[in-house]
């Protein structure tokens, strides 16, 4: 136990005032539950005002979420903080970062790419940048939590030193220092930070303590669950990498099962079935491809982990891949996949994917969510357009994206179409009348692709339709008039 430490914390007293840097998916659902936990007095929301992201400063202050898509009581609670609706004002987005020196705590929500995964150097600009912030303006008793998935070894080792630099303290007997990272997703962001269990691990017992103290009164069903700042940062990548994991299992099942002219869900119900004391047989869902921010990069983090951290070489198989790499491989490839299926569904009714109009249907990578991170939309589209296709997108939560043209009119993106393309599960997607959409498209036989299993092949190919799906070994070759 870190008896200065611990001295300098009940000197400091409770955690009252508390800074959340990054006003993302993450930082913001943590800063108005923190606002609204009676304990704390204060939260500081910070966040830069740049070009691409300032613009959420305005909003939260106004009581509006900047984040579109489904997300249950977000927006409600925003309005409750900012005093919006009556009540206290507990809450403020700044882009003043001096505001750091009032806070008794500041956690880090900022994402963590990969430029290149192929070697395994992490974009940590925007972290470092953070971070360095935090340390301009640190005073002592604050604890520091960084949320946002790191490689093993980032805590101790990159944070640790860039804090001690910039504020002249030592952690561990100044500042406290914590990892405790997010466990969110998209469409149940408020839901996953009550309820799930927080992990919190400190470069040492009072750090880990303190971090507790922050995360335990935002928990309704969730426990905190103790241990060191290394073991977080490995419990976070290793959760998501098993997670993308069985998504690739899932997927390269569904592809046996097309060849093999069955029905993947069939199976799935099958394996899934088998349950009992010891048993586990469950099995994620197949798709068009793997996105968001998480799972495309965190396998990443860990394998550079192992070199990161390893006291000792790794005994592993010689020459052989890394299961969880391969795994990743297999998810990326999946978009690629679609392309085929698109193509072989075009030839069978003589047509050519050059030239052909592709109507996409979604480009968040998740249903009903206007996330579009690392979305396979964009690999699927990119591959079309490199073959010749005219593409039109549409989804009903993403506004806007980089460079590509977004309509929010199904029935425009539809006009006209050869192929109807699935892409993401949005519940818009599932009420898709199959007659309407074979008169929108003036084809004789349009063509379907679906990557998300949404609709009812039978129906589609009563219309008219040539149907191929991920996994639908037993529609895939269906006969047709022609």
Excluded at 229 to 240: G, I, L, R, S
Excluded at 263 to 269: G, K, P, S
Excluded at 366 to 382: F, H, I, W
């Amino acid at each position: 136990m870190n008896g200065k430490l611990q001295q300098v914390f009940n000197e400091r007293g409770p955690i009252k005032t508390i800074g959340v840097i990054g006003m993302g998916y993450v930082g913001i659902p943590a800063a108005v539950l923190f606002a609204d936990a009676s304990e704390f007095d204060f939260v500081y929301g910070f966040q830069r005002d740049s070009k691409s992201s300032g613009y959420k400063i305005a909003m939260l202050n106004a009581g509006v979420s900047p984040l579109k898509g489904e997300e249950p009581g977000l927006e409600e609670l925003i309005a409750k903080v900012v005093g919006k609706v009556g009540g206290t004002r507990k809450f403020e987005c700044t882009a003043d970062f001096s505001k750091i020196a009032a806070c008794d705590a500041v956690t880090l929500a900022i994402q963590t790419p990969f430029a290149n995964p192929k070697d395994l150097i992490p974009n940590f600009t925007p972290l470092i940048e953070g971070i360095r912030n935090v340390g301009r303006y640190l005073t002592p008793g604050t604890l520091v939590v960084l949320e946002s998935t790191i490689t093993p070894g980032t805590t101790m080792g990159m944070a640790r030193e860039i804090l001690e630099e910039e504020s002249g303290l030592v952690a561990g007997e100044d500042f406290g220092l914590a990892h405790a990272p997010e466990r969110v997703m998209v469409g149940r962001l408020l839901k996953n930070i009550r309820e799930h269990d927080r992990i919190v691990g400190g470069i040492d017992d009072v750090c880990t303590r303190r971090a507790g103290e922050l995360y335990g009164p935002v928990l309704t069903k969730g426990s905190l669950i103790p241990m060191s700042a290394t073991a977080a940062e490995v419990t976070k990548t290793a959760e998501n990498t098993f997670r993308d994991l069985q998504i690739a299992a899932a997927n390269q099942l569904a592809l046996y099962c097309e060849v093999m002219g069955i029905n993947f869900y069939d199976v799935r119900t099958g394996v899934d079935s088998l349950k009992g004391e010891g048993i586990t047989r469950a099995i994620l869902w197949p798709g068009a491809g793997v996105g968001g921010h998480c799972l495309t990069k965190d396998t990443y983090h860990l394998e550079r982990g192992v070199s990161v951290v390893a006291a000792e070489p790794l005994d592993y198989p010689e020459g052989r891949e890394s299961l969880f790499v391969l795994a990743r491989g297999i998810n990326d490839f999946m978009p690629a996949h679609m392309l085929t299926l698109t193509k072989d569904a075009l030839a069978r009714v003589g047509k050519d994917i050059r030239g052909a109009k592709i109507a996409m249907l979604g480009w968040a990578f998740l249903n009903n969510s206007d996330d579009a991170r690392n979305t396979p939309s964009e690999v699927y589209r990119d591959l079309c357009l490199g073959e010749g296709a005219e593409v039109a997108v549409h989804d009903p939560y993403v506004l806007t994206y980089r460079g590509v043209p977004i309509s929010q009119d199904v029935d425009a993106v539809l006009e006209g179409a050869d192929v109807v393309a699935i892409l993401t599960g949005h519940s818009q997607y599932r009420g898709l009348d199959p007659v309407r959409c074979c008169v929108l498209s003036g084809q004789v036989h349009p063509v379907v692709v679906d990557g998300r299993n949404i609709v009812d092949p039978d129906a589609w190919i009563a219309e008219g339709f040539v149907y191929k799906g991920i996994g639908r070994g037993d529609k895939n070759g269906h006969p047709f008039g022609v």
